[in-house]
C-alpha cells in the first residue's frame, strides 16, 4: 500500500513538471509511466499545452533569393514586389543604322530597328503568387543608357504578359519617346521612360492572374536625317534595363499561401481525444479560408501526403468545405488596418482520428491560406505594409488513459 501511495505521488509529480515547463518546448511524452516499478496503477485525465504560438507577415512568404523577383518595403511602409532585368537589350548602332564604321560629319539617314525581348528571361516569380491581383499603381520602367550619338526614337509597340495556360495579354501603343544621345564619344546619356496606368491603362490587370512571362516588341530609331558628331564604330549600344515596381497597394483575389512546420504531439496511443483552441489575430486587410493539415515527413511547404485536416465539420458557423473562414481586418478609407480581427476556434479530435495520425506518422502541421482582399466586391484598393502580421497560436487539451508497465 505504502509503494502504491507512494507511486501515485510520483505520477502526480510527473504531470506537474509536464504542465509547468511544456510552454517552453514543443514535444512530450507519456513514457514516463514505463519507468515507473510499482503495482498495477490506472490513471485517467487530461493535461493541456501550447503547440505553435507565432507571427507571419506577408514578406515572409515572398521570395528572397529569386533572381527576377524580391520584395522591399519603401519609406511609407508599403510593401512592394519588385522585378529587375539587367541588360534586358543592348542593340548597336550598326543594328539600328547600318554605316559604321563612320568618322565625324557623317550623316545618318532616318532608320528603324525592331527588337523582340527573349521571354525566358523574363520570368516571373509564380510558384507563390497563384490566384489574381490588381494593383492600383504598377509601373514598368525603362532605365536607358545610350552610347549612340543619335537622337533616337523608342517605341513600345506590343507588351505581352504570358499566362501559364498559354493565353496572353497584349497591349499595343502608337506613342514614341525620345532618348537623348551624347556628344562626346565615349559618354553616354541616361533616359527613363515609365510605364504606368496612365501610359498604359490595362497595366492594373495585366498580373490577374499572376503571368508566367512577359515580352516586349519594340522599334527604335530615328525619322529624319542627322549628322555624326564624333567618329562610330558601330559598336556603340544602347543598353536597357527593364524594372517592374509593383505596390502592394492592390485587390487580392485568391491568393493562395502556406507555411509547415513540424509536428510531433499525437506521438502516443495513451491519448485517448485532444480539443485544439486555434487563435487567428488577424492584423491583415484580407480575409478568405485557411486550413489546417495534418501530413507525413515528405511534406516540404506544399500540401504533401495528407493525412487528415482540422476544419472539417461543416455544420460549424464559419466553416466550409474551403476551411475555416478567416474574417480581415477593418480598414480606413486609405485601405490602412484599423482594427485586426481575432477568431477563436475549438476542434475536437476523436479517438479514430488520434489513432489515424499516429498509425500513419503524422510529423507536420501546414496552415494554407486561400486570402481574399477586404471588401472585394467594393472594388476598395489595401494597402500590405511591412509591419502587419497574422498572430496563430495553437494550443491543446489531451485526454489520456495510462497504467504502469509492472502490473
Known amino acids: 500500500m505504502k509503494n502504491q501511495i507512494k507511486s501515485f505521488i510520483s505520477v502526480v509529480l510527473i504531470f506537474i513538471v509536464i504542465i509547468s515547463f511544456d510552454s517552453c518546448r514543443k514535444n512530450f511524452s507519456l513514457n514516463e509511466f514505463d519507468n ?4 498495477s496503477l ?6 493541456a499545452a501550447p503547440i505553435v504560438n507565432t507571427e507571419l507577415t506577408l514578406i515572409n512568404f515572398l521570395p528572397k533569393t529569386d533572381s527576377s523577383l524580391w520584395a522591399e518595403v519603401d519609406a511609407d511602409n508599403l510593401i512592394h514586389l519588385r522585378m529587375y532585368y539587367k ?3 543592348s542593340p548597336t548602332f550598326n543594328e539600328i543604322f547600318h554605316i559604321a564604321p563612320a568618322p565625324a560629319g557623317t550623316p545618318v539617314p532616318a532608320d528603324t530597328f525592331a527588337i523582340q525581348t527573349d ?15 490588381f494593383f492600383q499603381n504598377p509601373s514598368i520602367t525603362f532605365h536607358i543608357d545610350n552610347y549612340i550619338p543619335i537622337v533616337t526614337f523608342f517605341k ?5 504578359f504570358h499566362q501559364s495556360d498559354g493565353t496572353a495579354l497584349t497591349h499595343t501603343s502608337a ?3 525620345s532618348i537623348a544621345a551624347p556628344t562626346v564619344a565615349g559618354t553616354s546619356e541616361h533616359t527613363d521612360i515609365v510605364l504606368d496606368t496612365t501610359e498604359v491603362p490595362l497595366l492594373s490587370q495585366v498580373f490577374s492572374p ?9 522599334s527604335s530609331g530615328s525619322h529624319t536625317p542627322q549628322t555624326l558628331p564624333y567618329a562610330v564604330t558601330g559598336d556603340e549600344k544602347m543598353n536597357i534595363d527593364v524594372d517592374i515596381d509593383l505596390p502592394l497597394d492592390a485587390k487580392l483575389d485568391t491568393i493562395v499561401m502556406a507555411d509547415t512546420m513540424n509536428f510531433t504531439l499525437f506521438n502516443d496511443e495513451r491519448i485517448k481525444s485532444a480539443t485544439l483552441k486555434i487563435k487567428f489575430d488577424n492584423g491583415f486587410p484580407i480575409d478568405g479560408f485557411t486550413q489546417i493539415y495534418f501530413t507525413d515527413s515528405t511534406a516540404t511547404g506544399g500540401t504533401g501526403n495528407i493525412i487528415d485536416s482540422v476544419f472539417t465539420d461543416t455544420n460549424l458557423i464559419n466553416i466550409s468545405e474551403e476551411g475555416w473562414h478567416l474574417e480581415s481586418a477593418e480598414t480606413d478609407a486609405q485601405g490602412i488596418v484599423t482594427v485586426p480581427h481575432e477568431s477563436d476556434i475549438f476542434i475536437f479530435l476523436n479517438q479514430n482520428r488520434i489513432k489515424n495520425l499516429i498509425q500513419r506518422h503524422a510529423s507536420k502541421m501546414i496552415i494554407r491560406g486561400n486570402l481574399n482582399s477586404y471588401m472585394q466586391d467594393t472594388g476598395l484598393f489595401i494597402k500590405i505594409l511591412g509591419d502587419y502580421t497574422m498572430g496563430v497560436q495553437i494550443a491543446v487539451k489531451l485526454d489520456f488513459e495510462a497504467s ?4
Open 36 to 39: 515507473l516499478t510499482t503495482d
Open 42 to 47: 490506472h490513471f485517467e485525465g487530461s493535461f
Open 87 to 89: 541588360n534586358l537589350l
Open 119 to 133: 521571354t525566358s528571361r523574363m520570368k516571373v516569380y509564380n510558384k507563390l503568387l497563384s490566384g489574381k491581383l
Open 156 to 160: 513600345i509597340d506590343t507588351l505581352t
Open 175 to 177: 506613342n514614341e519617346f
Open 210 to 218: 499572376v503571368p508566367q512571362f512577359i515580352s516586349f516588341y519594340l
Open 404 to 407: 504502469t508497465n509492472n502490473i
